[in-house]
Every structure is written in C-alpha cells, then in structure tokens.
C-alpha cells in the first residue's frame, strides 16, 4: 500500500531553518517526481517546488528561490527552507506527481510553526 | 504564469442538491494539465479529476469534470454529506515546471 510519511512537528525562531522529511512506502520511489506543497493556516494551497526522480533536477517556485532547497536518497525526499519567518508558519505536504502530472500521494501534513 | 480563479468561494447546498464549481485560467491551458481536488479539514488534499474530466480511482461516479481553454468546472450530482469540504483546481505546465492552484470553494452545508 502506497504511503508517504512526514517527520514531525517543528517549532523555529524566525531566521532559523527547517528541514522536513517524507518517506515513501510501497511504490517504486525512484521512478517519480515529488514536489512539495504548503498551506497556510485557513489558507490555500501553495506550490513550493519539485525534484526529479534522480535527485539532480529541481524547480522552485520564484517565491521561494534562494530559500528553499529539496532533496530525496532511494527511500526520502526532504524540503529544507531557510530564513524564516512567520509568514512560514504553515502545514508542509509532500506529494507523488504521476506521469500525468497531478498528485496522487500525498504525505499527512508536518506543521512548521515559526515563532520568536 | 497561469492564474486560476475560482468561484464561488462559498457554495451553500444541501445533501441531494447539485453542486457545480467553476474555474477559470488567466489563459487558455492545455486540459490534459488540470486536475482538482478535495480537501477535508486536517487532511491532505485528495485527488479527484485529472485531465479535466478524467475519474481518478475510487472517486464516486457523482463527481464529473469538464470544460476547455479557460473554463473549466466540477460538478457533484446528488451531494452527500461527505462530500462537503474544500475543492480546489490546479493547473501544472512543463515549461518550466511549475504547478498553481486557485484559491478553493468551499462547499457548505444549507
């Protein structure tokens, strides 16, 4: 059964940085694009960026650039976003693009809390 | 980029009703890019409609997508209680890769 599972909740003080991790279960990892998504307390949905299935290939949404960095090894992917600030306080999703391009997968959520 | 709108924000219908959700493209896309979804509270999003008008798998045959170039709409026949929530729509294009979303519709019990 396809899972993705986040790390846990993080609490930071603003100009910290945070790295948020997602592993995958029971598909062919390697093969796909992940791409990470956040969303704002009562807000909507935002795309931060993707990585390519060998790691070696990403693009950031302009917002982030500079700030954002997405990684992955043969089971994880990770999102790190550096220089926070409240405005970050958020649920940071991972999420599995098909060939298609849409998400079918998609991790529970790690809350990412930034507060002095 | 391609902005897409939404609307309306708040859609109030009871269960049985019909629910029909709209969303436009700042310009005209490619349908095999857009998809939507829904979202519960505390929960991740869940695929819906890919394609435009393609059933992603175990989604009830109530739910139907359609439209072309800029319009684009979702549509819930019979609404049952659970399927009150949030809706968005999302757009991807290939270059460069990038995703946008609208902004959502709330879907509301009467």
């Known amino acids: 059964q396809v899972h993705l599972v986040q790390s846990g909740a993080e609490v930071k003080k603003p100009g910290a940085s945070v790295k948020v991790a997602c592993r995958a279960f029971?598909?062919?990892?390697?093969?796909?694009?992940m791409q990470w998504v956040r969303q704002a307390p009562g807000q909507g949905l935002e795309w931060m960026g993707l990585?390519?299935?060998?790691?070696?290939g990403t693009a950031y949404a302009q917002k982030f650039q500079g700030r954002v960095s997405m990684t992955r090894d043969t089971s994880t992917v990770y999102m790190e976003l550096s220089r926070l600030r409240s405005e970050d306080t958020a649920v940071y999703y991972c999420a599995r693009i098909t060939s298609a391009g849409p998400n079918d997968y998609w991790g529970q959520g790690t809350l990412v809390t930034v507060s002095s | 980029e391609v902005v897409l709108t939404q609307s309306p924000i708040t859609l109030s219908l009871s269960p049985g009703e019909r629910a029909t959700l709209s969303c436009r493209a700042s310009q005209s896309v490619n349908i095999k890019y857009l998809a939507w979804y829904q979202q519960k509270s505390g929960q991740p999003p869940r695929l819906l409609i890919y394609g435009a008008s393609g059933r992603a798998t175990g989604v009830p045959d109530r739910f139907s997508g359609g439209g072309s170039g800029t319009d684009f709409t979702l549509t819930i026949t019979r609404l049952e209680p659970e399927d009150f929530a949030v809706y968005y729509c999302?757009?991807?294009?290939?270059?460069?890769?990038?995703?946008?979303f609208g902004q959502g519709t709330k879907l509301e019990i009467k």
């Open positions: 029971g598909f062919s990892f390697t093969s796909d694009y």
């Open positions: 999302q757009h991807f294009g290939s270059s460069p890769p990038r995703y946008t």
């Open positions: 990585i390519n299935p060998s790691g070696d």
